[in-house]
């Protein structure tokens, strides 16, 4: 893959690509923060940083930044996950100079004045309230959290509600010296523009950040190896049941990831990997769609597992159609699995969720901004060159490769096995 | 590609159906998307869900293929198929990898020609909707949209009514229903179908027309109805409240105007400074920046081929639902007491005409902005001369048309609190 990777001397890694399909071009920097490097009685703070980094810089007042990557004819947002914060702009090529003017100031000069932290204070609780309104969202965070006992991957992104209370100025102000530093930074250019050119604008607008010489705190948490099976069952308003079942996975830079990426097309399909609207549903020859779905259990079943950059979770998520027992529906997702252990897919399935891969893959990277996306995400859990190695090196994944991983992640003593159970009068 | 050259494809079948194409050399891959011009615009309001069972059973067994022989088929390929239902409109959108054109090409066909309507498939995808709807009611903001509707238009509105339907209706819609909906409204000459991707339009065209051009349609179709909707008369409030919730959500507005209504680019752009321009124009700089009160807060103008809403929308704390409704209503008071401002004008001209690359550069995109262009009936030449229709609005007619069809007095307004 034609990607350029560069280094500015105070630390910044400079991810270009060229695609001149189309007069735009996306620009992204990606911090390693995010939920996994929180601390107890400050979780969410990565992602109330990224709040608070549209609210006001050295050169932009509030509000600015959204008026002037609009009135350029341009989108932008940002986001925070459990291994990184990160903003981009899309804009028309020719103007992508503002969006390394946004990013260079911020990364730097936020101001975090003290009225805005306030205001943005509800706006978060009300962010997280919206969540609270959803009973799948409620079991999953709740699910999670029961997953890990050692590592702050089972904290929510968006942080408890006693610590969005809570927190002050200053954690949020420490937070966004102590990581937004060039050194833990990645910048990501993709679209339709001259690399050199616009690598000299990069190093214009970055190259005076001063390096930072102390590196952030490594995270040294290692979740360790779950040796039982755990359980919960949450019982509250809900208009039918659903089943969530989780096991820890591997990261990233495992051998196992790509494995285990096969292995979730064949359970329901191979996922969308599509940012802004590049939806690509597949999957209804699927073993879970076949199940569960199909055999009139479930209204969907739908597994999925993420490339991140310490061990996470693969999950299967079950909505129950009205009437049927969780522990039924739970038994059937366990002999899907118990098969796939026992005898892998069938070369047939195999071939199928290649292609399906393979299609996905081609549909979902289609955009610039879904270019950037990728490499800035895949650069911060594991390497950019993961990106274009993701394709080859699913198809040269085996049957017995498959089922050996389903063997050794999909156990009884590795999984947390959630329910919902509507409460009484609405069963 | 700039802006306003894109290179578009048109050409007309014998029996009126429409096929549009664009080219994009670059990409692997290739969007098929048939528009049919039906929808729950036609639904009996006491089996209302009715085409949105049409079109979740189109894919459920065709003349071709049984459900299972079609899932096995496209999931080898990685072939992509959905289909969106709405109140004029039904669209089956399929996505293939170019080597893969014809068998979308076949796929698509069978879908939207020849569906079977298995029954034991029906009572599947009854069940499957049903849950969708008993979550959708305990959903606040569903139950807020279905709220605001019921208030915004009169009872025998369609645009009342949910396209999903209800719990009540969807169990009364017969399979006869389906196949009289199928039978009688979907027709080549209300069919135009997008082609963007990295194949020959020729090709694909020349192929389309080999799989679509022998259908037929007995007599007229028939004509789409989009009934003018009235005002409501003052403030027409309700509360609904639900069971296990944290937050609120509040719509607020009323019924607006026709994508085709000679006010729609004023209204529109109207919208967008008090919306959604930046972090969601005046309402969101009150509502979310200034007061901190909601995570979102913006308004919308539905357009559509009938009075579809204006509608603003907030989800915030229960105990702020009063504040934010006001500073809505303020925000609403204010577009509509004087002029914008020259600089929001300017701001959201450039953000119209500028955001057009972005829009163009995916083959979804493509595909939506041609069916648009077919469907409004706007011309081939639409994209060359948006910039000038944008440009040439002025702040006297936002505000002329603001006050011909919003009102900060007389609006619907829905609520969905936590039950306490």
Redesign the interface.
């Known amino acids: 893959m034609d990607v350029r990777e560069t280094k500015l001397p105070n630390g910044l890694t400079v991810l270009t690509r060229e ?6 071009a996306t620009f992204w920097v990606w911090y390693a923060v995010g939920a996994r490097n929180e601390l107890p009685g400050l979780t969410g703070v990565s992602h109330w940083v990224e709040h608070m980094l ?1 609210k006001g810089t050295e050169q932009f007042r ?2 600015d930044i ?2 002037l990557v ?6 932008l947002n940002g986001f925070t996950w459990i291994d990184y914060t990160t903003y981009f702009e ?3 090529s020719d ?1 992508i100079d503002l969006a390394l003017r946004i990013e260079s100031d911020r990364m730097a000069n936020a101001v975090f004045d003290p009225e805005e932290v ?13 969540h ?4 799948t969202w409620r079991l999953d965070e709740e699910l999670t959290a029961v997953a890990f006992k050692a590592h702050p991957y089972g904290n929510p992104v968006i942080g408890w509600k006693s610590d969005l209370r809570t927190m002050t100025r200053d954690d949020l102000y420490r937070h966004y010296r102590r990581y937004y530093a060039p050194g833990n930074a990645v910048a990501v250019a993709v679209g339709d523009f001259a690399t050199d050119h616009l690598l000299e604008q990069v190093e214009a607008r970055f190259g005076g950040i001063p390096a930072v010489e102390t590196p952030p705190p490594p995270v040294r948490a290692v979740e360790p190896e779950q040796e039982a099976e755990r359980r919960l069952t949450m019982r ?5 049941r659903y089943l969530q079942v989780a096991y820890h996975a591997p990261a990233a830079s495992d051998p196992d990831a790509v494995p285990m990426l096969v292995l979730d097309a064949i359970l329901s ?2 996922k969308s990997m599509g940012m ?11 073993r879970l ?1 076949r199940a569960l ?2 055999a ?1 259990l479930a ?1 969907s079943a739908r597994s999925s597992v993420g490339l991140t950059r310490d061990p996470f979770l693969m999950d299967v998520s079950v ?1 129950l ?2 009437g049927v027992a969780l522990s039924d529906a739970e038994r059937v997702l366990f002999e899907v699995i118990d098969d796939l252990k026992a005898n892998g897919p069938t070369d ?1 399935e195999l ?2 969720a290649k ?6 893959f ?2 979902g990277t ?3 901004t879904s270019n950037g996306y990728w490499l800035g995400a895949l650069s911060i859990v594991a390497s950019w060159r993961l990106f274009g190695e993701l394709v080859p090196r699913m198809e040269a994944v085996t049957a017995e490769d498959v089922r050996r991983v389903a063997a050794r992640y999909l156990t009884e003593a590795n999984r947390t096995v959630g329910w919902l159970e509507p ?1 009484e009068a ?1 069963r | 590609m700039s802006a306003g050259s894109l290179q578009i494809e048109r050409r007309s079948l014998p029996n009126g159906l429409v096929l549009l194409g664009h080219r994009n050399e670059a990409s692997a891959a290739v969007v098929l998307r048939a528009m049919v011009r039906t929808g729950a615009i036609f639904d009996l309001p006491e089996r209302a869900g009715t085409a949105r069972l049409t079109g979740a059973m189109l894919q459920r067994g065709t003349r071709r293929h049984t459900f299972e022989e079609l899932n096995a088929l496209t999931d080898r390929e990685g072939v992509s198929i959905s289909v969106d239902v709405g109140r004029h409109t039904t669209d089956v959108n399929v996505k293939c990898l170019t080597e893969d054109l014809e068998l979308g090409i076949g796929v698509l066909a069978e879908v939207v020609r020849e569906p079977t309507f298995p029954s034991d498939q029906l009572e599947k995808v009854r069940g499957e909707l049903m849950t969708a709807l008993r979550e959708a009611d305990q959903d606040t903001r569903s139950v807020a949209e279905r709220t605001f509707r019921e208030l915004a238009y009169p009872e025998d509105h369609p645009y009342r009514r949910r396209v999903s339907g209800y719990q009540e209706t969807v169990p009364r819609v017969e399979l006869t229903d389906l196949v009289a909906h199928h039978a009688r409204t979907f027709r080549p000459d209300v069919v135009a179908i997008a082609v963007a991707g990295g194949v020959e339009m020729d090709d694909a065209f020349d192929r389309l027309a080999h799989e679509f051009g022998d259908w037929v349609g007995e007599g007229e179709a028939p004509a789409l109805p989009a009934p003018p909707a009235p005002k409501p008369v003052g403030v027409q409030a309700r509360t609904v409240e639900l069971p296990g919730k944290s937050q609120a959500d509040v719509v607020l507005g009323m019924p607006g105007i026709d994508r085709r209504h000679p006010d729609f680019y004023a209204l529109d752009v109207l919208n967008l400074i008090l919306g959604r321009l930046g972090l969601n124009g005046r309402i969101g700089a009150n509502v979310r920046e200034k007061q901190g009160l909601a995570y979102y807060s913006f308004s919308e103008l539905e357009g559509g081929l009938g009075p579809g809403p204006w509608a603003a929308r907030a989800g915030v704390n229960p105990a702020n639902v009063e504040r934010a409704v006001e500073a809505i209503l303020a925000e609403l008071r204010g577009v509509l007491a004087e002029p914008v401002t020259p600089e929001e004008l300017s701001d959201a001209q450039s953000f119209l005409t500028g955001v057009l690359p972005l829009a163009l550069e995916s083959n979804d995109g493509v595909a939506r902005t041609l069916l648009s262009i077919e469907l409004y009936d706007l011309g081939l030449d639409y994209l060359v001369r948006y910039p000038g229709i944008i440009r040439a609005l002025t702040r006297e007619q936002l505000l002329a048309a603001g006050r011909r069809h919003l009102s900060a007095d007389s609006y619907a307004l829905a609520i969905v609190r936590p039950a306490r």
């Open positions: 695609l001149h399909h189309a007069p735009v549209f509030p509000g959204f008026r609009t009135k350029n004819g341009g989108t899309t804009l028309p103007r306030a205001s943005e204070r509800t706006v978060i609780i009300s962010e997280r309230e919206g609270e309104n959803e009973p509250r308003p809900a208009p039918t399909g191979a802004m609207g590049g939806r690509a549903p597949m999957g209804r020859s699927s769609y779905v199909d009139g209204t909505t159609r009205p047939e071939a199928r292609k399906q891969a393979r299609a996905q081609s549909y289609e955009t610039v409460s609405q």
